[in-house]
Every structure is written in C-alpha cells, then in structure tokens.
C-alpha cells in the first residue's frame, strides 16, 4: 500500500510556545521524519494543497465541496451551474484594521443561517440563490458566471483582510458591499447584537467555477469527514470512507493509494487553540503515526505525508527500506519547529 496523508498544520506556527510544544512526545512521528526526505515548498492554503493531490488547479471548490455535503440535494444541485462558497463571517476593526472571522470562531445556529440565507435570496435574487448546507458552510450559485478569484477561507479566518476587501477589484467586489449593507439592518443580526453575539456582517466568496473532475483518479479511495475532500472523490466515483478511528481500521478496505486527510489540527491553528492543538496531536501520535512506524515495510511500503503548514508545504516521502536507516535520530518536534523557522 500507498498511503498518502494530508494533515494541515501538523507543526504547530510558533516554535518559541512552550506550553504547546514543550515536552510534548511523539516517538512515532519524531521516527518517521528522521528517515523521510522533505521536500519544501512554497506555504498554500490546505484546500489548495487538497485539490493540488487530484491535480486541479484553480479548482472549483464551490461546486466540489457541496458535491460532498452529505445530502442528496446539496449533491443534485452541485451537477450543474457557476457555484462559489459563500461562507458567513464576521468582520471587526481592530487597532484600525479589518479582522476575518469565520462560523468556526463563534456559534451560528442553523435557524439563523437560514433566516439570513432566505433573506439573502429575497433581495438579491438577480444575482442568484444561496443554499445552506450547514450553519458554517454557505453556497451561491450565480445567474451569470463570473471570475472571482479569492483566497480560500483557511488562508484569511482570523487574520487581517483590509485589501482583500476594500481595495479588490474583482467583480463581485460593488456587490458585496451592498450584501454587507443589507446584512447590517437584518432582524437576525439585531438579535445577536443584543444578546452580544458577532453578527454576521458580511461572506467570503471563494471557490467559484462549474464542477469539473480531474482526468483520472489520483487515488483508490478517500477516508475524509471534510466536504470538499468528498466532493473530490465523488467527482472521480472513487470509494469514500469516513476518517476512521486509528489506522488498523483503514488498512483492511483503502486499496492500493488511499488518501487519509487528517484535519484536526487546522482549526486548532486557525482558532490559535495551544491546548486543543496539543490534545489532537497527541492522539494523532497513537492512533496513526506511531503504528504507521510498525507499519512501514509490511502492510504499508510507501508513505507520502502532505503538511500544509506556516512553514512551507512540506512533503515527506518514505519507503519501506528507510526502516533500516538506525543511524537516524529523531528530533523533538519543538527542534523540528525551530529549524522549519530559521
């Protein structure tokens, strides 16, 4: 077997943070990397690294990530039209700059996404139709297709957006707005300001494109609980599997080249959670990487890891022969992090 796993934001960004990485074992992984070869590149934004696996370039994760939602309707209406994801999000100025937060950093119920989503589609209809697949996860699909090339969400939820959204001239940019000022007056956003909750005062638009599906499958299967890594293998019709528990139960139905996306860890980052980050890592380590260390040279002969990452996109690649290579010493993964930062 083949096994290719992409985990976003395996090395936690900030190597000085003590109380993350400090004394955090992990005898598995510490062994694998020590053995793999890296190959570096530049940083991307996990959802283009994911699409990048089936060869997709400029992908339409709109129409792909609601083509894996995990309902008939989201799956029919994903077959046909221009869709973008139109995530909700909330902006706030802080020290006279614009910050992103998505759905993932406060709690949206789906009775209010809903009523927001339905008011949307009575005032701008002439756009298109908004659909919720879930109270974080928002799509359009647009009358007339448009290029609207934007950073996917992972690249922007909690960080500064200023340009991206006032000096764009992109060409839903003039539209926007008026969806921004429209959200401002909303009952449903009222509501949550009164209760002193975000509101939802504006979407990123992303993703947008027709469904396409790359010209061959990169993989004999999928093991993904993220829409958009469905949506990718229904696209190919290769088998789909929820994430499993621990690696002894994927080896038995993967095939040959099966993809596990492991993406506890993005949020973690994303939301700057230290202790969960931290929590998730550590069942990571017995769950998957320390078996994969017995693993390798038996079941499993080939490991690609795909790390998304602050420091680059970093690609370790090992065989089964690389077992052999006692000389090789494992690092604490807080060395890993300090040499990764220089």
């Given at each position: 077997m083949h096994l290719t796993l992409l985990v976003p934001e395996l090395i936690w960004p900030e190597p000085a943070d003590q109380f993350t990485l400090g004394k955090l074992s992990a005898p598995g992984l510490e062994w694998l990397l020590a053995r793999a070869r890296l190959e570096r590149q530049a940083r991307q934004p996990y959802e283009t690294v994911l699409t990048g696996c089936f060869g997709l370039?400029?992908?339409?994760?709109?129409?792909?990530r609601l083509l894996g939602e995990g309902n008939d309707i989201a799956q029919d209406k994903a077959r046909s039209g221009h869709w973008?994801?139109?995530?909700?999000?909330?902006?706030?100025?802080?020290?006279e700059r614009i910050i992103l937060a998505d759905a993932g950093a406060f709690d949206l119920a789906d009775d209010e996404a809903h009523a927001i989503v339905a008011a949307l589609n009575a005032e701008f209809a002439d756009i298109g139709q908004f659909h919720v697949a879930s109270a974080r996860r928002w799509y359009l699909q647009l009358a007339v297709a448009v290029d609207h090339p934007v950073a996917p969400i992972s690249a922007v939820a909690g960080r500064r957006v200023d340009g991206e959204i006032s000096g764009s001239a992109l060409p839903l940019t003039r539209w926007l707005n008026e969806v921004q000022m429209f959200l401002h007056g909303l009952p449903v956003?009222?509501?949550?300001?009164?209760?002193g909750q975000p509101v939802i005062n504006s979407l990123w638009l992303w993703?947008?494109?027709?469904?396409?599906a790359p010209a061959a499958p990169a993989f004999s299967a999928?093991?993904?609980?993220n829409p958009l890594a469905a949506g990718l293998a229904r696209a190919c019709d290769i088998p789909l599997y929820e994430r499993p528990a621990a690696l002894a139960d994927m080896l038995a139905q993967g095939g040959q080249q099966?993809?596990?996306v492991?993406?506890?860890?993005?949020?973690?980052?994303?939301?700057?959670d230290g202790d969960g980050w931290r929590s998730d890592f550590e069942q990571m380590e017995s769950d998957w990487f320390a078996p994969l260390k017995k693993a390798l040279g038996g079941k499993v002969d080939r490991i690609s890891l795909i790390a998304p990452t602050v420091y680059g996109e970093l690609r370790y690649t090992l065989t089964g022969g690389d077992r052999w290579k006692l000389w090789k010493r494992g690092k604490a993964i807080v060395e890993t992090a300090k040499e990764l930062a220089l």
């Open positions: 370039a400029a992908a339409p994760c709109g129409a792909l973008l994801c139109a995530d909700p999000v909330h902006l706030r100025f802080h020290q956003n009222e509501q949550r300001q009164a209760a993703g947008g494109g027709a469904l396409q999928v093991f993904s609980n099966p993809l596990l492991l993406d506890q860890l993005l949020s973690r980052v994303l939301y700057e």
